[in-house]
């Protein structure tokens, strides 16, 4: 059976030798070396005539593969009765070291084609440097600038808070409480914060040992630092936080 061969660019012998086997539609664990060799050599063929050079590994493979044929069709003798060292003997198949580099080049190329494809979709991607955009930052922009503190440090300062009020001794315990607001408690630690006109210790703001109240005050003073209304800052790691009004908004 002759097949067509168009002369498309191969990576090497191996390449080529998958080609033919999909092309054929030929079991790799089971190769026909008689059709895969003479399929092999018309292409061989088709390069000289077409006046192209051959490089020198396709000539080695096409060496092997007639070298694998021949083994191939040597006569295989017959295991003699009682012998049993014959019988033991394993009897190679010429064509396990071709097939074995074949399977390894096919998981390379496989490999190769989806990094390829990746690289592909990368390319869709277009990045830039980021633009100085200084000049349109707002004056609430340049204000939160200036704050050192963040969310972790109000939760650390929390957390120090709540464990400060379970060592004080006595505890003190109420049958009836008053229910508070956070839009309430808002406008007092605000009003607070305006009328002492300075730095005031984050601490300061909990006078009460209700869970309750304690609970309210710090979710009252998120709310402000995200309105912008007050101004937290920590001069050093661990050090306490100062808060004061934000009279600039």
Known sequence: MLMNIKTVGFEGPLDLLLHLIKSLEIDIYDIPM????????????TMQEL???????????AA?????????????????????????????????ELVARLIEYRKFKEASLELKEKEKERSLFYTKP????????????????????????ML??????MRRKRLQKPLQTRIAREEISIEKR?????????????????????????KNHIVTTFLAILELMKRNQIK???EENFSDLLIAANRQV
């Not at 008689?34 to 063929?45: P, S």
């Not at 069709?73 to 009765?81: A, C, S, T, V």
């Open 232 to 234: 937290v800052q920590q």
């Open 130 to 153: 980021p633009s100085d955009l200084s000049e349109y930052s707002s004056k609430v922009a340049n204000v939160e600038s200036e704050n050192k503190a963040t969310i972790y440090d």
């Open 51 to 61: 006046q192209l050079d051959v490089a020198s590994e396709y000539l080695v493979m």
């Open 156 to 161: 650390g300062a929390f957390h120090k808070l």
């Open 64 to 96: 092997e593969l007639l070298a694998i044929k021949s083994k191939m069709l040597l006569p295989k003798h017959d295991p003699i009765e009682g012998d049993l060292e014959y019988e033991d003997e394993y009897e190679e198949d010429p064509r396990d």
């Open 186 to 210: 808002i406008e007092e630690v605000y009003e607070e914060l305006i009328t002492k006109n300075n730095w005031v210790d984050f601490f300061e703001l909990f006078p009460y040992p209700d």
């Open 34 to 45: 008689q059709e895969i060799t003479e399929q092999y050599l018309i292409y061989i063929h």
